[in-house]
């Protein structure tokens, strides 16, 4: 992914909804700005002035470190912050289509046009969500381009947003009196409904999900392959879900929910969801426990599964697989490998031929420590057909193949014949390898059943 191009772009389209809106109102006679505009040179003043200056530091900041286009975080805060940046974009574009024409930029205390209370819309949620969007699109630039100048300037745009939040409370308070009072204390400044409860908290994190599962669907599409990767449907059928139960749960706390669900149903669908949880996270471990395991030295074998290839070059996934094989193998001089894989439909060569290749030309490998195992289609035939060729059920042997893969390979492996199997895990690649993982949990369950 370019992400400078894609910087720019959520930059763009946040300044331009800004300024597009500050246009509008400006046709209809209407003076959005009203930073520091104040006849009054008093704190609130100096408040407003700092921020302004705040509020131009940010993006020539923003801008510079894009063009340097490094950053001193991993690559998955660039992820991160792209998402924080999409949702920091929503956000202020339906706070200012929601707010219509009574948004002001600044405390207008001298304007005399009409102006109402919002309270509805995403303003239910958030007395300040176009604020909110500044604060999130500055902190997913930050994530992309971190570094300390930006991460000065961003926190002092940030600080003077929230002391510009402060001020403006006092003057809705002076102006709408018990209204906004109550208001208050039904919203949150930022984000939420008010004081905190059990359903609530339970409403906020299926809403974190839903909004993870929708933009990591979209990830997965960019990194993944598309719609071709298999399985990539499933962040959507959880998005769906989410968003039904937090729309539930807010008519359970908003008390306007129109169907009541009968109480034995609801404690069927709790017992059932915990029962799942609970199997969920005990595999995820297993998973998990696999995916950082730490194999033995000197092993007699080691199994290198298929993945794929490109033309004569390995998949992605092979590559590492292939990476940590010849890392393991110069470690452990006395260790043979089995390069194990067919040729499929579309392949030059033989998997197996493709690992042995990289395992000569890269890692100087000696041919007389590679035996191929050319004729397999799935990870069950890479197994049985390997164990043929090594010929000892009781070898030491150890499986490379994607970490996240490690679990399953183990339990085919003994299913095969293979008396004393540990993993070698290669990497997992980020961030398509997040949805691997959880992907891995209905593989290990199609072979539990399989094999009850």
């Known amino acids: 992914m370019n992400y400078r191009l894609v910087a720019i772009i959520l930059l763009l389209v946040f300044y331009g909804i800004y300024f597009t809106k500050m246009l509008i109102q400006r046709k209809k006679g209407i003076v959005t700005d009203q930073i520091a505009k104040g006849k009054k040179k008093d704190s609130g003043y100096y408040t407003e002035l700092l921020m302004k200056i705040a509020t131009y530091l940010a993006p020539v900041a923003e801008i510079i470190s894009i063009i340097a286009g490094s950053s001193q975080l991993s690559f998955m805060n660039r992820i991160l912050g792209v998402y924080f940046a999409v949702v920091g974009d929503i956000v202020f574009f339906i706070a200012v289509y929601t707010m219509k024409d009574s948004w002001r930029a600044g405390v207008a205390e001298d304007d005399t046009g009409k102006r109402d209370l919002v309270t509805e819309g995403i303003y239910n949620y958030s007395r300040n969500p176009a ?166 030295k000197d092993l007699d074998y080691i199994v290198v599964l298929g993945a794929g290839m490109n033309g004569t070059r390995p998949s992605n996934p092979y590559r590492v697989r292939i990476e940590r094989a010849g890392e393991y193998l110069l470690e452990n001089e006395r260790t043979k490998v089995v390069t194990s894989g067919g040729q499929g439909e579309f392949e030059v060569i033989s998997e197996s031929e493709c690992a042995r290749r990289e395992l000569v030309e890269k890692y100087g490998i000696d041919d007389g420590r590679i035996i191929m195992e050319d004729k397999s289609t799935d990870t069950g035939e890479n197994l049985a057909f390997s164990l043929e060729k090594i010929g000892d059920p009781k070898a030491r042997v150890g499986i490379v193949t994607n970490s996240f893969h490690e679990c399953r390979a183990l339990a085919i492996a003994r299913k095969a014949g293979f008396e004393d199997v540990q993993p070698v895990p290669a990497t997992t690649l980020l961030p398509v390898g997040i949805h691997y993982v959880v992907r891995e949990f209905f593989g290990m369950t199609e072979f539990y059943l399989k094999n009850l």
């Open 131 to 296: 604020f909110l969007g500044f604060d999130l699109v500055y902190i997913g630039i930050l994530l992309m381009f971190f570094n300390p100048i930006l991460l000065v300037v961003t926190a002092f745009a940030i600080i003077m947003l929230h002391l510009q939040i402060l001020r403006e409370e006092k003057f809705l308070e002076s102006s709408f009196g018990d209204e906004y009072k109550k208001y208050k204390q039904r919203t949150s400044r930022y984000a939420g409904m008010g004081k905190l409860t059990y359903v609530k908290i339970v409403m906020y994190l299926y809403f974190l999900i839903f909004v993870w599962s929708v933009l990591y669907f979209f990830t997965c599409i960019a990194y993944g392959g598309g719609l071709f990767l298999s399985w990539v449907w499933l962040w959507l059928i959880i998005a769906a879900y989410s968003f039904i139960r937090v729309r539930m749960l807010i008519g359970r706390i908003t008390g306007s929910r129109k169907y009541k669900i009968p109480g034995v149903i609801t404690w069927i669908f709790r017992i059932a969801v915990t029962a799942f949880l609970v199997y969920f996270i005990i595999v995820e471990a297993r998973i998990v426990g696999c995916m950082t395991a730490v194999p033995d």
